[in-house]
């Protein structure tokens, strides 16, 4: 969830200083997009995996701060529960054999962790919502990630809101609770995708990724069972949405726009979409005195608005670039799997940017309706696509999705896509997404435990979900 914080309390006067500095450093944004100073070459591709931690039986394992320990790598970190980690992937330079690459690397870094884990006696799960996560764990004094970060968000979040966190999830069965604190953000784990695109292409990349996001959902649905309530077929995206709202009974009223959002709506640049920043308040005040031309303070803020196609303004030693952190999909079920979710989410996105003025002929808010059906509903959900046909999202994969996102690989000459596009394509006609098979194993037991190891005794395999055994 971000940059680590090093106080452990803000006084009005952070506030002030840090809107200062924002301020100055929005200034400076405004002036690299006027001079157009950005990256108009460079492709890059990274991943961010949230995995989880868990005992033997089945259950959470709290011990993601014994397993860093144990493995000692950078590129691992923690993430809000203590049953979670993350692992950072590289960023590689878009070229032929760059799937390979990012396969690699997952497994390398994959593995790693598994042996850290082993070590203390725990399993390690790719998973959008853990089905054997009960009330329990959610508690912040024994599960929530001993850093300041984590502690400072929740407590802003709690002090923004005034009341406390209301989780309400309407699926088959009907989920109510609440949360003094933010940890119902922990549910859920994902995978993140980076995707630096040169400048000219911005724009259009980021309306290709909101209508590719839609159809994510529907192919990696991993999220139907939350805390032994059946609920959506990607479930993360309403917990998300409601676990980190940080507005107020009034700005509620005023129709501000939650913090997790999909978008605004369309865009001419993506200057629009950091302006928009600016209706936030800021949740981390951590002020320093790097220049302003490091952008701290921008990216920080820009960092607690946790839109499902974030825009991120990138500094390094090449200068300025712009890239996009694709953030719906969820974590699992397998290596493979996850390879291949992200193979075909950056091959639709391209592809769909053949056709770019198409992108923006359906209004934006048929798009974020039909969003959160495939959410809800996955494969079988009719929506309105960007090109004016209205079929279900399984027939638009199988005809014509499927197909774009092959012709978008092309265009970046990745070699053998049809080897990632192939599971893909098997798992949209039998239907066997994750979210299917997790529905199907609770229907027949009703026992989350045993769910949970059977669905782990499979994903070691590496055998993509569609051709797991039927529960």
């Known amino acids: 969830m971000g940059e680590n914080i090093h106080k452990d309390h803000f006084e009005a006067q952070d506030y002030r200083l840090f809107q200062q500095k924002l301020e100055q450093e929005m200034a400076f944004v405004r002036e690299l997009f006027a001079e157009r100073r950005f990256d108009d070459t460079t492709r890059k591709l990274g991943y961010e995996l949230e995995l989880c931690l868990l005992d033997g039986s089945g259950a959470p394992a709290p011990c993601n701060q014994q397993v860093l320990e144990k493995a000692d790598n950078p590129l691992l970190t923690q993430e809000l529960a203590r049953f979670n980690l993350e692992i950072n992937g590289q960023a590689f330079a878009i070229h032929s054999g760059v799937m390979a690459d990012i396969q690699n690397n997952l497994g390398k870094l994959y593995h790693q962790v598994e042996q850290a884990a082993a070590s203390v006696h725990t399993q390690v799960g790719l998973f959008g919502v853990l089905p054997s996560l ?41 989920l109510q609770l609440e ?45 139907p069972l939350v805390l032994q309530k ?14 980190v709202d940080s507005r107020s009974r009034r700005e509620m009223r005023d129709k501000i726009v939650p913090r997790v959002h999909l978008s605004k709506g369309y865009i001419h640049s993506w200057l629009e979409l950091f302006e928009d920043n600016a209706y936030y308040s800021p949740i981390l005040p951590e002020v320093t005195d790097s220049g302003i031309d490091r952008l701290h303070h921008f990216n920080l803020h820009n960092g607690t608005i946790w839109r499902w196609v974030r825009p991120i303004l990138g500094v390094d030693e090449g200068g300025y670039h712009l890239r996009l952190e694709l953030r719906v999909v969820p974590a699992g079920p397998t290596l493979l799997d996850t ?15 053949s056709n770019a003025e198409c992108l923006t002929r359906v209004p934006y808010a048929v798009l974020e309706r039909d969003f959160y059906t495939v ?31 092959y012709e978008g690989l092309e265009r970046l ?30 229907q027949k037991t009703a026992d989350d435990k045993a769910l ?14 569609h051709l797991w055994p039927k529960p």
Not at 140 to 163: A, H, N, P, W
Not at 187 to 192: C, E, H, I, K, R
Not at 339 to 353: D, M, Q, R, S
């Open 134 to 174: 009960r009330l329990q764990h959610l508690q912040k004094e024994y599960f929530m990630s001993d850093t300041l970060r984590y502690r400072q968000l929740s407590r802003r979040v709690m002090e923004m809101r005034g009341r406390p966190v209301k989780l309400e999830i309407q699926g088959v069965d009907n």
């Open 230 to 243: 059946s609920g959506w077929q990607e479930s993360r995206i309403t917990i998300f949405k409601q676990a």
């Open 339 to 353: 390879v291949a979710n992200l193979v075909f989410y950056i091959g639709l996105t391209e592809g769909l940017k």
């Open 179 to 223: 949360k003094q604190d933010v940890m119902l953000e922990a549910l859920g784990t994902s995978l993140q995708v980076h995707y630096q695109v040169p400048y000219s292409e911005t724009v259009d990349s980021y309306h290709a990724a909101l209508w590719a996001s839609m159809a994510m959902l529907a192919v990696s649905a991993n999220s």
């Open 413 to 442: 000459a990745i070699e053998n896509p049809q080897q990632w596009l192939n599971i893909i394509e098997q798992r949209v006609q039998t239907g066997r997404t994750a979210a299917q098979w997790i529905t199907d194993y609770w």
């Open 375 to 405: 959410a809800r509903q996955g494969l079988p959900a009719h929506v309105n696509w960007c090109n004016g046909r209205v079929d279900s999202m399984q027939n638009l994969l199988l005809t014509e999705l499927i197909g774009v996102a």
């Open 452 to 465: 949970v190891l059977a669905y782990l005794s499979h994903a070691r395999q590496n055998i993509p979900v």
